[in-house]
Structures are given as C-alpha cells and as structure tokens.
C-alpha cells in the first residue's frame, strides 16, 4: 500500500475521493484492500449507510414485542437520511433562535394583493424571507460558505442561491432558487411557488438540487414556535420559519400586539461563530421588520 | 472586468498556458492570455515539439527511401530542397496555431502580445506593442514555460553554434555536426541531421545516452544512432571551444580524450524554467534555484491566488503535464476540486526506433527496494514487426510481484510512443499482468508484444 507507482485506485475514483477529502491510501490499509471501490470511497462517504444492517440497534425482533408489518422507505428518504446522518455526525452545529416581526411585511403583501391576483402570483411571507436571507447573505459572506475540504479554506460563493426544503409525499426535497440577488419579488414568488409545485410532482431534475448559497426549511404553515433544522451539507447554515403569530410586544411604554414569526438559524460551528449569528438574526430581523430596508 | 480589472490572467500561451485560459473560459472566467509571441501554442508549437515532429518524419520518410532496395523498390537517390521542407513546416506550424486562434475566439480569451512582469501580489505590468500597462487580476497563471540551457564559456553570436530553436531553423545540413547532450532533444536533433547526411557526433556527460530511460532500451537506441552513422561519446565532456572561420573544435574529456572539428554545433544541453524572468518576489513568491517556481499538488503557490504550470514548475518539463496542470490550476481556482494525483507521466523521444517510457523502471524499482519482476519481449519474434522493416525493438513491463500490478513499461521500436498509451493507462487502472495477458490483442500487431511480455510473466506465452 502507498507504493510509488502503486495507487489504490483508478484515476477517476482517485478524483473522487479527493473530492470528499478521503485518501484512497489510508482508506485501503482501513478496509485491508489492495484497490478500493467507487463504492468503498461514497460508503466512506456518507459515513456508513444510516441504516445499515450491521448496526445493532436497528437489529431488533419487533414481532416479539406485538404485531406489526415493514413498509418500504422511498429513494428520495433514503438519500435524505444519508445526508441528514453525514450532517448530524460531521457538523458540529448550534441552533439560534430569534423573532422577527412581520407587520410591515404583511401590511405591505395587502397592498400587491391586487397587482398579484392580476399577474396570477401569490407574493407569500416566504418569498419576502428569501429576499431579507439573500441580502442579509450580502452582508455576511461567511454563511454564503462551504468549508473545504481538510478544514483549512472556507470556499465562499459569488452567488446567492436559496435551498427551499420541500414536504413532499414522497420525501423531503430541497430544490433550489438561483441568483435570487437578481430577482425582483415577483419572479422569486413565481419561482417559488413553481418549485414547489413541482417538488410535490417529482418534477424537480437532478441540476435543480445542490450548490446553494444556504437553505430555508419552512414549517410557517403548519405550526410551531421553534425547531433544530439540520445543515444541509456543504452549506454552513439553515434558516428555519415557525408559525408566525401575535404576541404582546413592550414598545417602551406599553404593550402592543405584533406580529412575530420566529426563526432558528442552524450553522457548522467550525465556520461560524455564535456572536456572527446572532448578529446575522438581528440583521434578518431588521429587514423584514421594514422591508424598505431591502431597498438599501 | 472593465478596462485593466481581469478575472483570470494566464501569461504564457504554451501548452500549460492554453489549456489553464481555454479551461477557465469554459468554467465562465473571464480570460485574458498573456504571450510575447504574435501566435499562440509556446515553444511547443511555435519551435519543439511539434516542428521538431515534422522535420522527424521527413527525415524518416528520406531515411526509409534508401532502404527498400532489398524490397525490390529502389527510387534513386533522393534529393532535399530545404526550402520546400522548411515552407511545409512552417504551414503545419501556423494551421496548429492558426486553430488555437480560432480556439480562443470561440471561448472569448483576450490575447494580448507582450511580456508580464509582476508589479505586486495583485498586479501585473505588461509591455506589449501598445506600450506599456497595468493590470490589475484576480488570478494569475504562470505558464512561462522554459528556455534552452546555454553553455557557459561558449562564443557568442556565431550562427554554426546553435540550440534546439536554431536547429528547427533547418537552414543548412552541415557536413560534420556535433550535438552537446544526448537527452531526447539531442537525440531527436542527431535523428534529422544524420538522416539528411550530416555526419553526427553525440557527446553525453552520463553513461548513457537518453538519461532517466530504461537502460537496456537506451542500449538498444545507442546502437541504432550508430547504425545511422552517428558516433556517441558517453561519459564525455566538452574543456574547451575553439573557432576559426572554417571550423569550430571541440576538445573533450572523459571517455573520449581528442578533439573534435566539427561545422556546425547543436547545444542539447536540458531546459531551465523561467521563473526568474517574472520579478515574481514582487508577489511575494520564492523563485528557487534554476528558476523553479514550486507548486503543490493544485498547483498553487506560495502566493494567493498565484497558480503555476508546467516547464517553470519543474521537471519533467513535458507539454502533456503542463496541459493537464493547466487544466488543473483552472478548476481549482475556480472553486472546482481538481488534483495532480499520479506519477505516471509518459515520456516519448521520437528517434529512429522510437522510444518510449512511463512509471517505475527497472534501475528505479530496484533503487526503491521494491518488490518486482521484468517481463520483456523482443520485437525480432513479432510477425508485424519483421514484415514492416524489422527494426529493432523491445517491449519491457516491470510488474509488483506480490500484488501482480504493472508499474512501468519501456518501448523502444517503431510507434513505441502509440503503444505506450495502454500501458500508462494499464498502470493508472491498477491492471495486473494477467489483465494484460487475457486482454486480446489483435494479430499481427505491435501491441502483440505487450501481450507476449505479459503471457511470459503469466507462464502462458507460446509465441516466445
């Protein structure tokens, strides 16, 4: 093994591995092989496979303990669990929790209700959070970032792409938006809801998913106050909505009623700090709190 | 970018050069090429390779002409009209750079004609015929390529003392002509002129001539430049020149203790990277001795954002490595994971045998303590061979004995350079000697031999 002139692999595995930081060498004196597989590099991977059959604690006789019966699991969450699995293992990350308030964005999606009805396009709270996220990313550079691989580079992206995670029957999807920053409110709400649509289709190709600046994981229309979503890995960080409701708020003399949705900002610790995203909130919040602020 | 704001700046448009430009342009980098020469392609296309190829196979077809006699075809006695040869060159010349031109068109690489120089860690300044500019770029190639060593002590200026760009030049046959250096340069130059009837002299330092190749194929390559007519001195070295108006005498030691009066002189001495020629401290890069710029396996150096390729990285100073580090420098600069991840870099001398080699040879093996066997197979038991014009010829494997795995082979015989390839990507495929062996090559070829050599370490050969 590690002989000159002697590789453990072909060139394009050797590239392969490079790729996911892998040296091919040490993972044949690992796997005690001469050569080592395109399967051997993506299994090292991903970290094992999630749900791989060796692994005790899902080795259990579940009939002992009363009746039941194995449904199949789809291709998509299989993928999905590979990936989750790889993020939870190989990324440590903190979760930040904010509110952000949402009256003058929604008194200011009432006033496109009739233009939109027009065009045929819903403008929804979302479409106002891609827009404060990418211009918020503007500002902060390192969460529009992957860490390299070995750790020692942050690669950080000249473009701003949003992952929007999508429920579908058949998994969770994250298509993504691209080159949001030079996308008015009408096209990123076209696209949006275009995605989404054909997320729950299965319409979505392969080159729509992957390379995105960040992603945004939306529970808003279901409920909810706070969650822990999961990097998706090579981004450094989630955004996460919850349900937006009314809340007593302290304006310096009295309570008054605001609408306020909180967020939860998951991010890879080993690239960010918790200070920056605090600051990163508090930057996302101020911009939707007065979206004339996307203007500036 | 706007006026002299550039995205990604390659200087030098050789091999290395074009390919880093050409790359990055397909990536949606906006290009600029940087090259003191009004055409593209380097001393590669413009006064190496490719010229050198083409006075090569002239020289073959002119060598060949005379030899058929005992095939019943006898032409007479050839003659050579240096200008036509010459025009022919140039116009293969200028079709390949000419395509590269049109290459760069397509992708929408700005060329610029002039020389670069550093400025500071962002900034290049360039004399060009427009006179002289800034620029200012994001990141910068250096692609600057080589020159030919020249001998110190030696006269200056006296037209029959030349290199490797002068001897392309082809403008005389010199009756007695010595070439100092028999390394693939040398001995490519000693295979044109000694078949267009000068009568050459190959004088090496090292003990074999074409160092760094297979020693027992070196052998064979010395007895076949001697059945061309040339003489070869190894172990000698030049003391002293002398020049009158009608000869030029070269007084050696070592091996050969005489002097030598001679015509004309090739100097073939090696090539030494540019590096120096950059003012590249002003970027805070360290050039080293023989003005080396060193680079990591992306071919990054020292400095960000600072990438570097081929011959001013070092050796082995071959086109297909700067090519595929261009490549390399562009992806890797371009957010794309890319890595020089092997050691098998072919390396062909186009002499009469041709000569070819790639990976561990014997003498290295052996110096590494590895664990090895050679297999070999001589081209005189080959069919294809022996009704071709039986030329000499050997095909030789070195193979891991515990794993079985090929990890060098040496070529010497007609197209060795061709057969090559599937030995190199034999060893970049991991591939045993039994994978050789059970691989079916046609019959009656050259790559039999491979095949043959193969079946002898397998113990299956029956045509040996």
Same mark, same amino acid.
């Given at each position: 093994?590690?002989l000159k &002139?002697?590789?453990a692999?072909?060139?394009?595995?050797?590239?392969?591995?490079r790729?996911?930081g892998?040296?091919?060498?040490e993972l044949?004196?690992e796997?005690e092989q001469?050569?080592?597989s395109?399967?051997d590099?993506?299994l090292?991977?991903?970290g094992?496979?999630?749900?791989?059959p060796s692994s &005790?604690?899902w080795d259990?006789d579940?009939g002992?303990?009363g009746?039941g019966?194995a449904v199949?699991?789809?291709r998509?969450a299989q993928l999905a669990?590979?990936?989750?699995?790889?993020?939870?293992?190989?990324?440590?990350a903190?979760t930040?929790h904010?509110?952000?308030?949402?009256d003058?964005?929604?008194s200011?999606?009432k006033t496109?209700a009739?233009e939109?009805?027009?065009?045929?396009i819903?403008?929804?709270?979302?479409v106002?959070?891609?827009m404060?996220?990418?211009?918020?990313?503007?500002?902060f550079p390192t969460?529009?970032?992957?860490?390299?691989?070995g750790?020692k580079e942050?690669?950080?992206?000249?473009y701003?792409?949003?992952g929007?995670a999508?429920d579908?029957?058949?998994g969770l999807m994250?298509?993504?938006l691209?080159g949001?920053n030079?996308?008015?409110?009408?096209?990123?709400?076209?696209?949006?809801?275009k995605?989404a649509?054909?997320?729950?289709n299965r319409k979505i190709?392969?080159?729509?998913?992957?390379?995105?600046?960040?992603?945004?994981s939306?529970?808003g229309g279901?409920g909810?106050?706070a969650?822990?979503p999961i990097?998706?890995?090579?981004? =450094?960080?989630?955004?996460?909505?919850?349900?937006?409701s009314?809340?007593? =708020?302290w304006? &310096?003399?009295k309570?008054?009623?605001?609408?306020?949705?909180?967020?939860s900002l998951?991010?890879d610790?080993?690239?960010i700090?918790?200070?920056?995203?605090?600051?990163?909130?508090a930057?996302?919040?101020s911009?939707l709190?007065d979206p004339?602020r996307?203007?500036l | 970018?706007?006026?002299?704001?550039?995205?990604f700046?390659?200087i030098?448009?050789?091999?290395?050069?074009?390919?880093?430009?050409?790359?990055a342009?397909d990536?949606g980098?906006?290009?600029t090429?940087i090259?003191?020469?009004p055409?593209l392609?380097?001393?590669c296309?413009?006064?190496?390779?490719?010229? @050198?190829?083409?006075?090569?196979?002239?020289a073959e077809a002119?060598?060949?002409a005379g030899?058929?006699?005992?095939?019943?075809?006898n032409?007479g006695?050839?003659?050579?009209d240096?200008a036509?040869?010459r025009?022919k060159?140039?116009t293969i010349?200028?079709?390949l750079?000419?395509?590269?031109?049109?290459l760069?068109?397509k992708?929408?690489v700005?060329?610029?004609v002039g020389?670069?120089?550093f400025?500071?860690?962002?900034?290049?300044?360039?004399d @060009?015929?427009?006179?002289q500019?800034?620029i200012?770029?994001?990141t910068?190639?250096i692609a #600057?390529?080589s020159?030919p060593?020249?001998?110190s002590?030696?006269?200056?200026?006296d037209p029959?003392?030349m290199?490797?760009?002068?001897a392309?030049a082809?403008?005389e046959?010199?009756?007695?002509?010595?070439?100092v250096?028999g390394? +693939?340069?040398?001995?490519?130059?000693a295979?044109v002129?000694?078949?267009?009837?000068?009568?050459?002299t +190959?004088?090496e330092m090292?003990e074999?001539?074409?160092?760094g190749?297979?020693?027992k194929?070196?052998k064979?390559l010395?007895k076949?430049?001697?059945?061309h007519?040339?003489?070869v001195?190894?172990?000698?070295?030049?003391?002293r020149v002398?020049?009158?108006?009608?000869t030029i005498?070269?007084?050696c030691s070592?091996?050969?203790?005489?002097?030598?009066?001679?015509?004309?002189?090739?100097q073939?001495v090696?090539r030494?990277p540019?590096?120096?020629?950059?003012?590249?401290e002003n970027?805070?890069?360290?050039?080293?001795?023989?003005g080396v710029?060193k680079v990591?396996?992306?071919c990054?150096?020292s400095a960000a954002n600072?990438f !570097?390729?081929?011959d001013?990285t070092?050796?082995p100073?071959l086109?297909?490595?700067?090519?595929?580090?261009?490549?390399i420098a562009?992806?890797v600069?371009?957010?794309?994971?890319?890595?020089?991840? #092997?050691?098998i870099?072919?390396?062909?001398?186009?002499?009469d045998p041709e000569?070819?080699?790639a990976?561990?040879?014997?003498?290295q093996a052996?110096?590494?303590?590895i664990?090895h066997?050679?297999?070999?197979?001589?081209?005189a038991?080959?069919?294809r061979?022996l009704?071709?014009?039986?030329?000499?010829?050997?095909?030789r494997l070195?193979?891991?004995r515990p794993?079985?795995?090929? +990890?060098?082979? @040496?070529?010497?015989?007609?197209?060795a350079?061709e057969?090559?390839a599937e030995?190199?990507?034999? +060893?970049?495929?991991? !591939?045993?000697?039994?994978?050789?062996?059970?691989?079916?090559?046609?019959h009656? #070829?050259?790559?039999e031999?491979t095949?043959?050599a193969?079946?002898?370490?397998?113990?299956?050969c029956?045509?040996?």
């Amino acid at each position: 093994m590690a002989l000159k &002139g002697i590789s453990a692999a072909t060139p394009s595995i050797r590239a392969l591995a490079r790729k996911h930081g892998i040296d091919v060498d040490e993972l044949a004196l690992e796997l005690e092989q001469g050569f080592v597989s395109e399967s051997d590099v993506l299994l090292k991977a991903k970290g094992g496979s999630p749900v791989s059959p060796s692994s &005790g604690y899902w080795d259990v006789d579940h009939g002992q303990f009363g009746p039941g019966e194995a449904v199949p699991t789809t291709r998509f969450a299989q993928l999905a669990a590979a990936n989750l699995t790889a993020s939870q293992q190989h990324i440590p990350a903190v979760t930040h929790h904010d509110k952000v308030g949402m009256d003058a964005v929604e008194s200011f999606r009432k006033t496109l209700a009739d233009e939109g009805a027009k065009r045929g396009i819903k403008v929804t709270a979302l479409v106002l959070h891609v827009m404060a996220l990418t211009k918020t990313l503007r500002k902060f550079p390192t969460f529009n970032a992957s860490l390299m691989p070995g750790g020692k580079e942050l690669w950080l992206k000249h473009y701003y792409d949003i992952g929007i995670a999508v429920d579908t029957p058949h998994g969770l999807m994250v298509p993504v938006l691209r080159g949001t920053n030079r996308k008015g409110i009408w096209d990123i709400a076209n696209e949006v809801s275009k995605l989404a649509k054909r997320a729950q289709n299965r319409k979505i190709k392969p080159e729509e998913m992957g390379g995105a600046s960040t992603s945004i994981s939306n529970l808003g229309g279901i409920g909810g106050h706070a969650f822990s979503p999961i990097v998706n890995p090579p981004e =450094v960080a989630i955004l996460g909505l919850s349900r937006a409701s009314y809340e007593p =708020v302290w304006n &310096g003399t009295k309570f008054e009623p605001r609408l306020m949705c909180p967020i939860s900002l998951s991010y890879d610790h080993r690239a960010i700090n918790g200070a920056e995203a605090a600051r990163f909130c508090a930057h996302y919040a101020s911009l939707l709190s007065d979206p004339r602020r996307l203007l500036l | 970018m706007s006026g002299n704001e550039c995205d990604f700046v390659v200087i030098g448009a050789g091999p290395g050069g074009y390919a880093a430009a050409f790359r990055a342009a397909d990536l949606g980098r906006s290009v600029t090429l940087i090259d003191p020469r009004p055409t593209l392609g380097g001393v590669c296309l413009n006064e190496g390779c490719i010229p @050198s190829k083409a006075l090569l196979h002239a020289a073959e077809a002119y060598r060949s002409a005379g030899e058929l006699d005992e095939w019943g075809i006898n032409f007479g006695k050839p003659k050579l009209d240096l200008a036509t040869m010459r025009t022919k060159k140039n116009t293969i010349v200028s079709n390949l750079t000419g395509g590269l031109k049109q290459l760069a068109k397509k992708r929408k690489v700005s060329v610029l004609v002039g020389s670069a120089t550093f400025k500071d860690a962002n900034h290049l300044s360039v004399d @060009s015929t427009d006179g002289q500019q800034t620029i200012r770029f994001k990141t910068v190639v250096i692609a #600057t390529g080589s020159r030919p060593v020249v001998l110190s002590g030696w006269p200056e200026d006296d037209p029959r003392i030349m290199d490797s760009t002068g001897a392309l030049a082809l403008t005389e046959i010199p009756k007695r002509l010595a070439i100092v250096g028999g390394g +693939i340069i040398g001995l490519e130059m000693a295979t044109v002129y000694s078949a267009f009837g000068s009568d050459v002299t +190959i004088i090496e330092m090292a003990e074999q001539i074409a160092a760094g190749a297979d020693i027992k194929c070196a052998k064979l390559l010395h007895k076949a430049m001697e059945n061309h007519g040339c003489t070869v001195h190894c172990n000698t070295r030049v003391e002293r020149v002398e020049t009158t108006a009608k000869t030029i005498s070269l007084t050696c030691s070592g091996a050969f203790e005489n002097t030598l009066e001679v015509d004309a002189v090739i100097q073939a001495v090696g090539r030494r990277p540019n590096g120096d020629l950059l003012k590249a401290e002003n970027a805070g890069l360290q050039v080293h001795a023989q003005g080396v710029i060193k680079v990591d396996g992306q071919c990054k150096t020292s400095a960000a954002n600072v990438f !570097a390729v081929g011959d001013v990285t070092g050796a082995p100073m071959l086109a297909h490595r700067a090519t595929h580090q261009g490549k390399i420098a562009a992806e890797v600069s371009s957010g794309h994971s890319a890595f020089f991840d #092997t050691d098998i870099i072919p390396a062909v001398a186009y002499t009469d045998p041709e000569m070819a080699w790639a990976g561990t040879l014997p003498h290295q093996a052996k110096a590494q303590n590895i664990d090895h066997q050679i297999s070999e197979f001589p081209w005189a038991a080959s069919g294809r061979n022996l009704t071709s014009g039986a030329k000499p010829g050997l095909t030789r494997l070195v193979w891991h004995r515990p794993s079985k795995r090929l +990890i060098g082979a @040496s070529i010497i015989g007609a197209h060795a350079g061709e057969l090559l390839a599937e030995l190199v990507l034999a +060893i970049e495929m991991g !591939a045993t000697i039994d994978d050789l062996a059970l691989t079916i090559h046609a019959h009656p #070829t050259l790559s039999e031999t491979t095949a043959f050599a193969a079946e002898l370490a397998a113990g299956t050969c029956t045509d040996f």
